[in-house]
């Protein structure tokens, strides 16, 4: 479904701003300076700057944590706008401070601005929080000392040996920004008590003591590579120096390599190694973030120790598409855009004079607060508007204004506003022109929503003066609109009109795939699936005619879940004409059409030869008879092996002639062997034995053309081995024999048994049927 659109106005209001806004394009009040961050002395004096321009009188005014800052003995406002305290102090008599966060506020009569928050803090220098401590490292080792103290600004680090500075401007010393003092290629001359000291604009401190000893040189030892100290994690701000350090030692030297983990080049540019393994980054970017990998290799060999440290760039807020000023006609929506970047990403305030603007009724922000929408705009929104975008690295601020477009002798709302829906997915407005001061107007701007959706859902559509309707399209079927006109002059818009609601018609099915095949000469089949497209159908209409004819039959009206139809008694030779249409509620969809040619279908048929059905019937009785076979095979040797496990003796008739009466298929066996019958009515397999123990069948097979087909000197082996079985040539046949006093017992094993050898003889895991 098609999605509706946003409209612009643009073509129409450029009109009517084209007049007014030459009034507002110089600058309406800016900030040319805002005041930055400082760090203060105690006792000493400060300034903070702002300078503005814009339209005159204009005045400004300071305040710290959000209060407005009165001068007084210490503190002194310029007429420029900068803010002067004579002598700063942290804490003061009555316990208040002049450490806090500070703003300048410009006005003028277009409005009040507010510049971005400057933060001023007093000079400080703690106490160390790491006092180095002492180091025993052997002579040509490496020794490494370390000293932390907070103060503001970031104190500056030196060293002392036995009370005298170290020259670490080159040789074997190495001082990083940090702090950290590195000793490398160490001799006994290096042994001694090293200070830290540091100093910033609040004073001097000097750490406790901590003596180095380097002991005799035990270099020709080898050692593996080992790192003493890896990177740490570290977070800094954009044009911040990042120092990450790596201190191996062994024998022989460990070579110390960087690399980033996720494989992208460090890169050259800003790029210093210090000493013999610290990286150190110059003017740190964002995209310098990422997780840095030191290695200490061993020389010539693959030998390797590794540490990792991750570093995390910071960037402030900056804008990348500020608000810009425009002047809208009363009645009218404006639209104010500002879009920031920075790492992490900005937070967006929005402020109206001076003061946090809380979105609710005519006003919204949408897209994480980047756009700001005022509709129906009224002579109390004509204000300043600033975006603040702030995060933990930083905040800026921009500003526009915004100018409402007032004047008498607007014309008066237009009238007769009707909507009339034409299609599932067009509507048509129309309306008469206002009853008052119609000369003026230049257009007209029809505001459009769904009846369901919020007032800030709404978009226009710009119409001119002579058109009284239009007609919207690409809408949704089966929903209801909100519809109301504003007139436009050059001055500004007029009141709204009436509104109007209308719901678009409902979408009838598309067309269904048809597929169709002759059956038996005279039989078509018809196969349909709906499609997924527009309504739901509740059923289907089939129509067809023989060609030429002119009318159809049918139709024939299935329900949503019939999805085919055989069409019989059709005359063969002659070619017919489908047709299929889906249905619901709001009425037929469009039809599929399809030809189908009984007569290629007959001679298709002549000329192709017809199935051999006698083969297909005798393979299928081949296939039968070998599966009847294996099953026949299968139960044989397992009622051999169950006989002779439990050592029973006596005759068994032949396996090879129960095979044969299996095997041969039911309608040649109804004259075959009939089952005799055995002594106390027992019966095995169909067998019934006679009273002289012959097995008579009505082919005269008796004893003696037993005992001629097979010789009794194999019947008598056969019964000595009390039910072993007997291998012979593969000409020859198995027999194993059973005491007819042990038929019970055979039957009854027979009986249990049953089930599990159809099913260890059915190939196909499932009961043989017959």
């Not at 701000?237 to 062994?250: R, S």
Request: proline share 7%; charged share 20%.
């Amino acid at each position: 479904m098609a999605t509706r659109r946003r409209w612009p106005v643009a073509r129409l209001l450029g009109l009517l701003l084209v007049a007014s806004v030459g009034v507002f394009s110089g600058s309406e009040l800016t900030f040319t300076l805002e005041p930055s961050d400082i760090i203060a002395v105690q006792e000493q004096p400060l300034m903070l700057h702002c300078q503005v321009d814009g339209i005159p009188p204009i005045t400004t005014q300071w305040r710290r944590n959000g209060k407005l800052l009165l001068e007084g003995p210490g503190c002194a406002m310029f007429a420029n706008g900068s803010l002067l305290i004579s002598h700063f102090q942290k804490t003061k008599l009555d316990g208040s401070s002049d450490e806090g966060d500070y703003e300048c506020m410009a006005q003028n009569p277009i409005g009040l601005l507010v510049s971005r928050k400057a933060r001023l803090q007093a000079a400080t220098m703690a106490e160390f929080h790491v006092q180095p401590q002492p180091v025993r490292a052997e002579e040509a080792g490496v020794a490494r000392f370390q000293c932390q103290v907070r103060g503001l600004p970031e104190p500056l680090i030196s060293w002392e040996k036995d009370g005298r500075p170290v020259d670490t401007q080159g040789g074997r010393y190495t001082l990083l920004p940090t702090g950290v003092l590195q000793i490398g290629g160490l001799s006994l001359d290096d042994s001694g008590v090293y200070h830290c000291v540091a100093h910033n604009s609040a004073g001097i401190r000097r750490s406790a003591g901590a003596r180095l000893t380097v002991t005799g040189s035990k270099a020709s030892v080898y050692k593996e590579p080992t790192i003493v100290v890896g990177p740490e994690n570290l977070t800094l701000t954009v044009h911040q120096t990042a120092i990450l350090e790596c201190v191996a030692t062994g024998y022989p030297q460990p070579i110390v390599s960087w690399s980033r983990l996720d494989g992208r080049p460090i890169g050259v540019e800003g790029i210093q190694v210090l000493g013999n393994g610290n990286l150190m980054i110059s003017d740190v970017g964002v995209q310098h973030s990422g997780i840095y990998v030191c290695a200490a290799n061993k020389p010539g060999t693959r030998v390797r120790r590794t540490a990792q440290g991750r570093l995390v760039v910071q960037a402030p807020a900056k804008f990348v598409q500020p608000p810009q000023s425009i002047a809208r006609p009363v009645g009218t929506t404006a639209v104010f855009t500002c879009l920031a970047q920075g790492e992490p990403l900005p937070q967006l305030t929005w402020l109206k004079n001076g003061q946090i603007l809380e979105p609710g009724g005519h006003v919204k922000l949408r897209n994480n607060n980047s756009t700001l929408t005022i509709y129906s705009i009224g002579q109390a929104d004509e204000a300043m508007y600033q975006c603040i975008a702030e995060n933990s690295a930083g905040s800026d601020q921009a500003s526009a204004h915004l100018a409402v477009l007032w004047a008498d002798g607007l014309p008066g709302a237009p009238r007769g506003v009707q909507a009339q829906a034409l299609s599932p997915t067009a509507i048509r407005v129309s309306w008469r022109e206002p009853s008052q001061v119609t000369q003026d107007i230049i257009g007209y701007v029809l505001h459009i929503r769904k009846t369901a959706d919020s007032l800030d859902m709404e978009y226009q559509e710009a119409v001119g003066k002579s058109m009284l309707q239009q007609v919207l399209s690409d809408l949704q079927p089966s929903t209801s609109y909100t519809f109301y006109v504003k007139a436009y002059t050059s001055r500004g818009a007029s009141k709204p009109s009436d509104t109007a609601v209308e719901s678009t018609l409902g979408e009838v099915p598309a067309p269904p795939s048809l597929h169709t095949r002759v059956v038996e000469g005279s039989t078509v089949q018809a196969v349909w699936e709906p499609s997924g497209k527009m309504g739901q159908p509740q059923g289907f209409k089939l129509f067809y005619r023989r060609l030429p004819s002119a009318t159809f039959t049918g139709p024939l009206t299935f329900g949503r879940n019939i999805t085919q139809c055989n069409i019989t008694q059709l005359e063969p030779a002659f070619v017919y004409e489908l047709k299929l249409l889906a249905f619901n509620q709001h009425g037929d969809g469009n039809a599929t059409m399809r030809f189908v040619s009984l007569k290629e279908a007959v001679e298709k048929s002549v000329l192709d030869p017809p199935c051999d059905c006698l083969k297909d019937e005798q393979s299928k009785a081949s296939t039968t008879g070998i599966i009847v076979g294996i099953h026949i095979g299968v139960t044989c040797i397992i009622f051999c092996v169950l006989f002779l496990m439990f050592g029973y003796r006596g005759r068994l008739m032949m396996c090879k002639t129960m095979q044969e009466q299996l095997a041969t298929p039911p309608e040649v066996r109804s004259d075959a062997l009939e089952p005799p019958t055995y002594h106390g009515s027992l019966s095995l397999n169909g067998a019934v034995p006679e009273p002289n123990g012959a097995i008579p069948d009505k082919t005269g097979m008796d004893s003696n053309e037993l005992g001629r087909v097979f010789p009794r000197d194999s019947l008598n082996q056969t019964h000595m081995m009390a039910g072993a079985q007997v291998s012979h040539t593969p000409d020859e046949t198995q027999i194993s024999m059973l005491p007819l006093e042990d038929f019970s017992l055979a039957e009854e094993s027979e009986s249990k048994f049953g089930e599990s050898l159809e099913e260890a003889s059915d190939p196909y895991g499932q009961p043989e049927e017959g």
